[in-house]
Each structure stands twice: as C-alpha cells, then as structure tokens.
C-alpha cells in the first residue's frame, strides 16, 4: 500500500463462533490494512473466514478479539457499507425503494433520498427500472441494485461479499468492467471477498490470501499490473507470472484444507 | 388471437366442468338414473332459487350469515395475526403456545359451542366466537411461519443499512410475513363460512345453515339444495376476492411463488 495513508486498519482480529458447546476459531489473529481508496481483494479457500472479516467490517459480527479501525473523512455517513452474496434486496420494495433504504433509516429527507437515487441508478445503468421490483429483474440488474444501495449511503469504505459469484460468465465479466469503471469514478475504498484469483487480478491493488481453519493472512500480493485495466490484461506474461505465484499458494491451502476435511475432525 | 379467444383458451376447462356436471345431472335426473325427489333438475332447482331470494327469505339469510361470518373473520384476523406475529418473534412465546394450540386446534370447531357459551353471553356472540375459532388458529400458524421464512440473509442486510426494532418490523418482518399472513385469511375465512354454517345448524333459527337444515327437515329439497348452491358461491367469491386483493396489495409476490 505505498504512498497511502491508511483508511482501514485490522488488528489481531479474531472471531470464535460457539455452536453445540463446541467452539470454532473462523479468524485467527488477523492483521491488515487498506489504503485510501484502495481496491483491497481478499481470497482464500472456503473455510478461511473470509465472509466472516467482511462482517467484522460491516459490524454485523463482533470479534472476540482485536479491534478495527476505519477513518471517517466525512461525517455524517456510515463507515462501511455492503454488497451481499445473493443481493439481499428487500423483495417487497421497488428498485428506488431498495436504493433508497439505507437512506431512509438514516432519517435523510425524501426529495434528496430520491435525487441520490436517480443518480445512483443512473450510474449502474438502470434509470428505467425504478419502479421495477426485484423479482422482475435478472441476476446481473439485482446485483446493480445492490451495488446502487451501498453507494447512495456515500459510505468510507465499500465491502463486497463475492458480489459476482452467482452470476453467469459473460454477465460476470460485463460487471467486473462495469466495477472498474464506478471504483474508478468515485475512488472508494473497495474491499472485495472473491473465490476467484482471476476476478482479484483484473480488480485488486493487493491481493490479501487468506488460510483456512483457522483464517489466517498467509501472505499480501501487490498486483503491479497498471490503471486502467480492463480484460485484454489477461494476455500479458506479468498477469500470467503473478497468476501462477499466487494459484501455487493457494493451491496449497486449498489441498491442505481439504485433507483436513477428509480427517474427520469436522 | 383475440382478448376474448385468449380467455377461452385459458379457461375452458375451468369454466366447461361444472357445466357438464351439470348438465349430467339435469340429464341423469330427468332420465330416472337419479331419483328426482332427492336428486331435483339443476334447472328445478334454479327456479326455486329465484323464489327464494324473490320472496326475500334467501337475502335475510344469507345476510345473517354474512355479519356473523364478518365478525368472526374480524375476530380471527386481529387475534390471529397479532399473536402469531408475537410467537413469530418471541421464540419463547412460540414454545409456551405452541403445545397449547396443538391440542386445541384439531377438536371439530362446532365442539366448542356449549364451551363458549358458559364464557360469553350465549346466542349471538357464542355462535361468532365458536365461528373465530379455527380461523384463529389457522391464522395464528401462518403468521408465525411468515415471520419465520422470512430470508435471515434479507434481514441481515435490512440490519446493516440501519433498520432497528420498529423500523426493521415495519419495513422487513411485516411485508416479509404478508404472503403467508393473505394465505392464512384466505384459508380462516374459508372455514370461518364451513363453521359459521355448521353452528347455524346445531344453534341458530337464521342464517343459510339454519336454512338449509330446516328445508331438509321439511323435505323442501330444492330448496336445500339452493342454499348450498349459495353457500358455496359465497366460498367462492370470499376466496377468489381475498386473492384478488392480495395480488392487489402485494404486487411484489412472484405468481410462481404462490404459498
């Protein structure tokens, strides 16, 4: 993270979840940091805890050790918030509504709530689905709905949770372009969970790789591979090499968790 | 194709059977298979049904009926989504109700009559009260289920983007729970009419039960079976108008996604 100040700083962050009298360690002592507008991308096999961070982030899980500190530049907006999995959009509001939300809650008043929101739709290329419900929508315009939700908060830092990982390949590909382009025109603070390395080299600044049972950082990639980039970077040996140095690791961790699995402590 | 033909494409079957079993019937009666005395002519029957609500005895009945019927629903729509909203939320008030309304929910509603009228003055609230009671029950159990299906992974992001105790209840648990809560009503009121009929029998000298036990006793068989005609139009039109005024008030809810 050269030459920026820190605007996400993790510290010893453990989280145990107790479950049937018996206790599992998801995060271990986790320790990183993320720069200003920074695209920070987070991998590891499943099992290492990597949803779990996002959530210590978001303040939906309280670790049972450690702490979290995130700048707040601006006040008045929240510090982090969320792109979920599977969209989580609220099925029974229209598309504004949902982008509307986290507004509302917070008390904004509705002719600046609905302003926000055109602008938000606006940027993730969906004006003419305001009044859409979610159900009416496909899984690539949901995920645009989720991504509009967390802007239109103006939060400091923007956390992903595999936001792409449900959807088809070419839809996939068209968002992450689509990503690009918003990181790009807001410089947001991008912290960005995915299973998928090819998805954090086109994305990341740093490639954060995570172990698995207990999470641990195994080791920080920087991805020298310049701005902007967009799919053709694919081609290029430096993409290939650092491929490579990374899949090696975690093709470790991945083997080494699975044969954990067929040990039958789980 | 046309509107109309698109309809017809649509519907026929629905709207071809009972038209056919009518019209076996008005055959089968008229040829001797059935006999006329217990099994009337559909067309017999109909010409007593315009009698019937020409002289106003039909209209004064089923309107007696129908205000029983609307209290009870009343009774049972509060009562029902409230505390299963409650036990929804209350994990704790789920598992001291629960065995209650296990027990109680299956004894036949009619049952519950001489019960009630020892607690509430007899007569005409005995007999709405008895008829609230299984709709209760089956609301209460939707509801409850409702609140319970809703996705955790909704609620979570709801959390996340601040909505907190009324403001989560109102904008995620209540419209999370709707659908089951339009199918509980949808189903109370169905029997609110089934029990409301059964009690008119056992209890009462009006209404379209009462009507049509005391045709039966006097061996007016057409009549008899006009009012079950009636009644069961008045399922009918209750059913279909609630899902009316669900896909109304809930234009979010995917078809498919019927519960």
Known sequence: MPGRSPKVVVHEVSVTFESHGRSATALDRISLQAGVGEFLCIVGPSG??????????????????GQVRIEAEQPGTPLTAMVFQEHALLPWRTVRDNVTFGLENRGVARAEREARAREMLAMVGLTRCA?????????????????????????EVLL?????????????????EELLRIWAALGKTVIYVTHSLEEALLLGDRIVLLTARPGRVSQVYPVDLGRPR????????????????????LREEVVRAMAEDRGGDA | MTAPGRWVAEHWIAVGSPLVSLIAWEWASASGVLREAFFPRPSTMFVHLVQLSADGTLWAHTARSLVRIGWAFALAAVFGVGIGLAMGLWRRLRDGLDPVFAVIYPIPSVLFLPLVSFLVPPGEIALIVTTAVTSFFLVAFTTTHGVRQIDRLVVEAAVHYGARGPRL??????????????TGLRLGLGFALIVVVAVEIVSASTGLGALLWLSWQILKVEDMYATFFVIA???????????????????????????
Do not use: N
């Not at chain 1, 990597?50 to 670790?63: D, F, N, Q």
């Not at chain 2, 209840?169 to 339009?182: E, K, R, T, Y």
């Open chain 2, 169 to 182: 209840f109102a904008s995620v648990l209540l419209p999370g729970a709707l659908p089951f809560i339009f």
């Open chain 1, 230 to 249: 967009a799919l053709e970077i694919r081609g290029s040996p430096a993409y290939g090499a650092l491929l490579e140095k990374i899949w090696s690791q």
């Open chain 1, 48 to 65: 290492s805890g990597k949803s779990t961070l996002l959530r210590v982030l978001a303040g939906l899980v309280e670790p049972s050790g």
């Open chain 2, 233 to 259: 139009l008045l399922g009918a039109v209750l059913s279909y108008g609630l899902s009316a005024l669900r896909a109304w008030l809930l234009p979010w809810v995917q078809d498919v996604a019927e519960p």
């Open chain 1, 160 to 176: 992903m949770d595999e936001p792409l990982a449900a959807l088809d390949a070419q839809t996939r590909t068209i968002m992450q």
């Open chain 1, 131 to 155: 009044q859409h419900y979610p159900h009416q929508l496909s899984g690539g315009m949901k995920q645009r709905v989720g991504i509009a939700r967390a802007l239109a908060t103006d939060p």
